[in-house]
């Protein structure tokens, strides 16, 4: 290995470098790993593109070079994008899309049993809740869109269902994903704001815990450690951010913004604290007793129909139910090893209310 790297010219060592440290590495144009999360895409058929046909400013860039996955120009014709994590939101591209008499038509499928929605679309219309059609200003070029779930989900599967020129791969390496939780331990994930965005930046759309310690880095302003998360960020016993380090935490979901931003009271969200505390969201459910060591009540305000999972804090799915018209629900955690879990309550509407279940 040693001989291989140095065989290389300094500016492929310095890019190398650079892409494993902001948590992205591409393999090929068909293999990538983005932030943690390795992407492989399948196709029906392979094609040769060439960036510079594209006439599109889509966000993130789909553009590569070599040969990629396509769907050919055949109704059941389909590109595949498989994540290696689950993952509740991805804005991910297509390459060599067509608006012209044969107007290229595109259905969007996943897995994982979640309701699908599409949003932030660019150069694409949504119509029918997963079908994007291209609507380019120019007659070619490349599109976006954002894939979300109410659960997580492991592939994104595009369609040719519109039987005309069809559909390219995008680059994986630019695709822009959303985890469902994050776990930081120390001294493994202790962190200051030297790190890079991928790093010091964590975004997630359940909720992240952590133990790990912020350490003093640079003295920028504005240019600090944050984790924010849709229900929660829990600072748990031996989390600290040292005196001088610059950290923040609250409850949002995923954003895709990489700046370093606090939030005040003033704007609904509590400001980040040194010490061990809890950032929630507002809760429609509630359990009792927590901690406990066998039975706990989940409690609703009325009459439900529910999904409820428990995660462990590695992510792991340890208990999932679909309750009908209940308002209240007894749980046997008996069986649990002691510690902390995670609880999901989905209502009919997709909505997500999480708490923290305690096992003694």
């Not at 494993?20 to 790993?33: H, K």
């Not at 679309?121 to 291209?134: K, R, S, Y």
């Not at 700046?259 to 505390?277: A, D, L, T």
């Not at 992510?315 to 649990?336: A, H, P, T």
Request: aromatic residues 10%; proline residues 4%; contains cysteine.
């Amino acid at each position: 290995m040693k001989k291989l790297i140095f065989r290389r010219s300094k500016i492929v060592i310095l890019l190398t470098f650079l892409l494993n440290l902001i948590g992205i590495q591409c393999f090929s144009q068909v293999n990538c790993l983005n932030n943690g999360v390795n992407i492989t895409i399948t196709g029906s058929t392979t094609s040769p593109y060439s960036p510079s046909a594209s006439t599109t400013v889509c966000l993130p860039d789909s553009a590569f070079t070599g040969v990629g996955f396509y769907t050919g120009n055949t109704a059941t014709g389909v590109v595949t994008y498989t994540f290696s994590q689950p993952i509740t939101s991805a804005t991910v591209t297509y390459s060599a899309v067509n608006l012209t008499a044969d107007t290229d038509v595109g259905q969007i499928t996943i897995n994982g049993g979640g309701t699908l929605t599409l949003t932030n679309p660019c150069g694409v219309a949504i119509t029918g809740g997963n079908t994007l059609t291209c609507n380019l200003a120019n007659a070619f070029g490349d599109v976006s869109v954002t894939v979300n779930s109410t659960l997580p989900f492991t592939t994104i599967t595009l369609t040719n269902i519109g039987d005309h020129t069809g559909w390219v791969q995008g680059n994986p390496c630019n695709f822009i994903l959303c985890l469902p939780t994050e776990t930081l331990i120390s001294p493994l994930d202790d962190m200051n704001n030297n790190f890079a965005n991928g790093f010091k930046l964590i975004e997630r759309s359940n909720w992240i815990s952590a133990s790990n310690i912020i350490n003093i880095g640079n003295n920028n302003l504005l240019d600090g450690v944050v984790y924010h998360a849709a229900n929660f960020v829990d600072l748990t016993p031996g989390f600290d951010a040292v005196f001088g380090s610059q950290f923040a935490a609250y409850p949002e979901g995923c954003t895709g913004n990489t700046s370093f931003v606090y939030k005040h009271q003033n704007n609904g969200i509590r400001s980040e604290s040194y010490h061990p505390s809890v950032f929630e969201s507002n809760m429609s459910f509630q359990l009792y007793p927590n901690p406990s060591t066998d039975l706990v009540e989940l409690l609703m305000q009325n009459n439900m129909s529910i999904k409820v999972l428990i995660f462990s804090l590695d992510g792991k799915i340890i208990f999932e139910k679909s309750l009908q018209d209940k308002s209240s629900y007894q749980l046997d955690v008996s069986q649990f090893e002691k510690g902390i879990y995670i609880v999901n309550v989905i209502s009919d509407d997709g909505q997500i209310h999480t708490e923290k279940l305690i096992k003694n």
